[in-house]
């Protein structure tokens, strides 16, 4: 019986990967101002069309006794905590002018989100809170039962509707909002805060 003969065939070598090319990203330090200004703005816009979309969303989980988030809220207090009273105020207006224009005006969200900025910047500016998570799921807290609270007398001042019925369910409101914003506040929070000090300490280095 002949044994078949092998061939001594060379070990094909792995072909060496070649290397790719890492996209570096410059620090924010070293943009242009104008480069940081435009982000920032991008940032701004993007991040409040993204609430303004997520007040149309009933995503599951998210959601108590059919209340969701209120996610303007949130990010004016985001936006309130390292700017003045009247900024607050003036971004509260807006988002709430917002707000009015994709559900009612009568009565408007404006006034609530204006006092909600203003009184977290004067909060921040007397050292009552602090930049934590906690702090802030506590200040959304307090925020969103002000602003149902606010929403809820509006309606009253109407004078269509029965006062009792009115405060009997805006209570479940406030409460189920307060809840839900508050759990979900360090999702808007944590990312913008993040950018603002990073944009801060660049503006400082240059």
Known sequence: MKIPAFR????????SRSRKSIIKINPISRWHPRLRLLVNWAV?????????????ARLPGMELLGIGPNWLLIWVVAW????TAFQGAFVGIILGLLQDAMTSSDPTHALS?????????LLQKQRFIQEDFISIALIVFGMAVLVETIFAV???LMGDRNAVDIWSYYQKVALASAI?????APVVYFPLNRWWQQLKLAEQQS
């Open 8 to 15: 001594g065939g060379r070990q094909n070598k792995p072909k």
């Open 44 to 56: 701004i816009f993007g991040s409040v069309l993204l609430c303004l979309l997520m007040l149309l």
């Open 80 to 83: 309130s905590v390292k700017r």
């Open 113 to 121: 989100l204006a006092v909600v900025g203003c009184l977290t910047a």
């Open 154 to 156: 509006q309606l009253v």
């Open 180 to 184: 839900v914003s508050s759990l979900w």
